[in-house]
């Protein structure tokens, strides 16, 4: 009877015990909402990667955050990217960001400044550098995804092209500098008149995207990390 007991205390005590470091999430996704939509429906980027690899990954993900917000509440809220990474021992960031800083923060037009605060043309200053080399700090590897084109018909966001290539090039150019730091562009993935690639809105991707997105991001970690 005393050993019966003690076989339920034990698989109880197991059971209700706090998750260990080694069982803890290792995988952390950050940004906008190309990476929060379709969360709610458990088909978001980060649920992609996490079905594709077997393992969970946490999304902190906000919709409309920036990488450049001076909203301290807000900001602290999530509306600030910085603000979505704590160091808790990630293996891997999976982030987006910059995007809403070009189409809400200034309007597609004259952005010039706003991106060469966000990231000069070396890539080694500005904000996201700075959050970049946090991350990179604590050891975990970065995979920085870029943003889906227009398949060649009408967008509200058609007008950033310019700018958003800009930025992307220099993201670019930061993620060379660090072989811990693996930028992945999205300028090919829709082909040309091509709507499938995107929602209603022409703007965020369809479920079709973030499965594929997804599944390059995992495959990125594969070959980096033999582990998984």
Not at 78 to 99: A, E, L, N
């Amino acid at each position: 009877m005393f050993r019966l007991f003690a076989l339920f205390s034990g698989l109880f005590f197991a059971l209700c015990a706090p998750a260990t470091a080694q069982d803890a999430p290792r995988i952390l996704a950050i940004g906008d909402s190309l990476m929060a939509w379709h969360g709610v429906s458990g088909q978001s980027i980060a649920d992609v990667v996490a079905k594709q690899l077997g393992e969970p990954v946490i999304n902190n993900s906000v919709g409309g955050a920036k990488i450049i917000h001076a909203l301290p509440i807000t900001g602290a809220l999530g509306m600030r990217i910085d603000s979505q990474f704590q160091p808790k021992g990630w293996d891997w960031v999976i982030m987006t960001g910059g995007g809403n800083d070009l189409f809400l923060g200034c309007g597609c037009r004259a952005c010039d400044r706003r991106i060469s605060r966000m990231i000069d043309p070396t890539g080694q200053t500005g904000d996201i550098p700075k959050l970049i080399a946090r991350i990179r700090a604590t050891g975990a590897r970065i995979v920085y995804i870029g943003y889906l084109r227009s398949p060649g018909v009408d967008s509200v966001i058609d007008v950033c092209l310019p700018f958003g290539n800009t930025l992307e090039e220099r993201i670019t150019n930061m993620a060379q500098r660090d072989s811990g730091v693996t930028f992945l562009s999205l300028a090919d993935l829709t082909p040309d008149g091509d709507r499938s690639m995107h929602g209603l809105d022409m703007i965020h991707p369809s479920v079709k995207a973030s499965r594929l997105i997804g599944t390059q991001v995992a495959r990125i970690i594969q070959k980096a990390d033999k582990s998984r």
